[in-house]
């Protein structure tokens, strides 16, 4: 395989446990490996406890807005990740389209 074939999945939700947890700056990672990333995994999360990823949009940390607007521009596959969100008829999935279609 041709190393130019690999891409990054970046998980905001897991991104920002880890900015809480180990102080490496998400938006940094993002500037960094723009050109490489191809999907974003895309769920709140707020705290240090891995138990608090997966939120909904707007219950945890995350500035969305400037994520987005740092991967303004870039073809990517936008995939809300909301945890059990199947028990909740897909609440927390259309809305997480609803609050990030401003931004994109």
Request: charged share 30%.
């Amino acid at each position: 395989m041709n190393k130019k074939e690999f891409g990054i999945c970046f998980d905001s939700a897991h991104a920002k446990l880890e900015e809480n947890q180990k102080g490496n700056s998400m938006l940094n990672f993002l500037k960094k490996f723009k050109k490489k990333i191809i999907h974003l995994h895309i769920s709140d999360a707020k705290g240090k406890n891995p138990d608090n990823d997966g939120l909904e949009i707007g219950k945890g940390e995350i500035d969305f807005k400037e994520i987005l607007s740092i991967l303004k521009g870039k073809n990517i596959m936008l995939l809300p990740e909301i945890i059990n969100d199947h028990k909740n008829n897909y609440n927390g999935t259309k809305t997480a389209y609803v609050k990030l279609k401003k931004y994109l």
